[in-house]
Every structure is written in structure tokens, then in C-alpha cells.
């Protein structure tokens, strides 16, 4: 089993600035994808920012505001997110992908993180 643990959420005025972070832990062989997505009241899960082995992508809102970064050595995942806006209010959720040590593959989400931009 993989277990996702997300932190780092909380309440900013537009224009500030947070940090999520998310750790992976248990029977991780090796990561082939890792993201964060996010689902605002009435809205579908949407991609923010995801790291494969092609690269890091970035929805179209989010691009020059938010910077994902991936410790390899730790399986944690990072967010940066600059410039907020309140339409970047959601709760977010951390995704890791990949092959676990007995052969097989996970797809492990954490519990979300509420993101909240006043105005």
C-alpha cells in the first residue's frame, strides 16, 4: 500500500503566497507520475501541476504563479503558489503513480488540502 499525506493549506489574501507539500510513503518501487490537482465547490477535479517522465506540465491559470517541485530521494512533492487569486480557492489533493516493490502499481491520492484566497 502507498499512503499520501498532504500539509500545508490554509487561508491568504490575494496576492500572497503558500506552500503545499505532500510526502508518499509505504511500498513505492518507483514513481512515474506525480501531480496536484484541485476541485473547487460545484467543479470537477481539475489538473494544476503534474511532474512525469516527460517533464512538468501547468494548467493554463496557473502558469508563471505556481511552481511544482519533486524530491526524488524523499517521494515529496512541493507547490509553490505566488500571486493567488480567490479563483484559486479549492481544496487540493496530491497524486502519486507508479510501481510498487511487489509487482504491481498504485495510484495513491492524499485527504486534500482546503486552499482559501480572500479577497
Known amino acids: 500500500q502507498v499512503q499520501v499525506v498532504e500539509s500545508g493549506g490554509g487561508l491568504v489574501q490575494s496576492g500572497g503566497s503558500l506552500r503545499l507539500s505532500c510526502a508518499a510513503s509505504g511500498s513505492i518501487f518507483s514513481v512515474i507520475a506525480t501531480g496536484w490537482y484541485r476541485q473547487a465547490p460545484g467543479k470537477q477535479r481539475e489538473l494544476v501541476a503534474a511532474?512525469?517522465?516527460?517533464?512538468?506540465n501547468y494548467a493554463d491559470s496557473v502558469k508563471g504563479r505556481f511552481t511544482i517541485s519533486r524530491d526524488g530521494a524523499k517521494n515529496t512533492v512541493h507547490l509553490q503558489m505566488n500571486s493567488l487569486k480567490p479563483e484559486d480557492t479549492a481544496v487540493y489533493y496530491c497524486?502519486?503513480?507508479?510501481?510498487?516493490?511487489?509487482?504491481?502499481?498504485?495510484?495513491?491520492w492524499g485527504q486534500g488540502t482546503q486552499v482559501t484566497v480572500s479577497s
Open positions: 497524486n502519486f503513480r507508479g510501481y510498487t516493490v511487489v509487482p504491481g502499481t498504485y495510484d495513491a
Open positions: 511532474i512525469t517522465s516527460s517533464g512538468t
